[in-house]
């Protein structure tokens, strides 16, 4: 709880800045992304890569899809990971100054270790805010909860919630280079590119 408090504290102090931009938000692209999870269930480094597409159909509203896919090497036998993601999100700008969104997802996971299988859904929902922090540098915040259900009665169900914070600096209109953070259950630090469409 003390590293989501001194995230939020940050993200805070970063977007006051922000408010005064009112650049259009684009909500239509692509992303591609190299992840490094610490810790990743049951111990290890979970590292891999992450799709995101975004597409608008109406005015506030959006459809997203994720699938990722990452490994991670420890004593008690290889994880390998790979799953994906399906939700829609809505946004409103706060006086045409800095978007507020909510998204909703539900995912699939399928992962083995050692030849065990410790597949899972899941259920997702969080909520943001979008902002220029200059002309060419985007930031945004996510705390979002996660409710995981394993397929395998063995293992116990459990919730994850999470502080994501993330930064894109623009190289052209259709081009942003992006970096984030997401704290709290688990400590994941992305890098990627996004391109509009």
Partial sequence: MRKAITALSLATTLFIPGISYADELSYDYAEVQYYHQSPAPPMGHLTGYSLFLYKSVFN?????????SGNAKNPLGDLDASGFALGAGYHTPINNKLDVFTEFSGLKSDAKRAGISIDAKALNIGVGLRSKLTSKIEGAILIDYTDINFKDS????????????????EIS??????GGADFEDKET???GMRFNF
């Avoid at 506030?60 to 990722?68: A, T």
């Avoid at 063995?154 to 600096?169: P, Q």
């Avoid at 209109?173 to 992006?178: E, N, P, R, W």
């Fill in 154 to 169: 063995r293992l116990k169900d459990r919730t994850d919630s999470s502080i994501n914070i993330k930064i894109a600096y």
């Fill in 60 to 68: 506030n509203i959006y459809l997203l899809f994720n699938y990722h």
């Fill in 189 to 191: 630090l992305t890098v």
């Fill in 173 to 178: 209109q259709s081009m942003q280079i992006t």
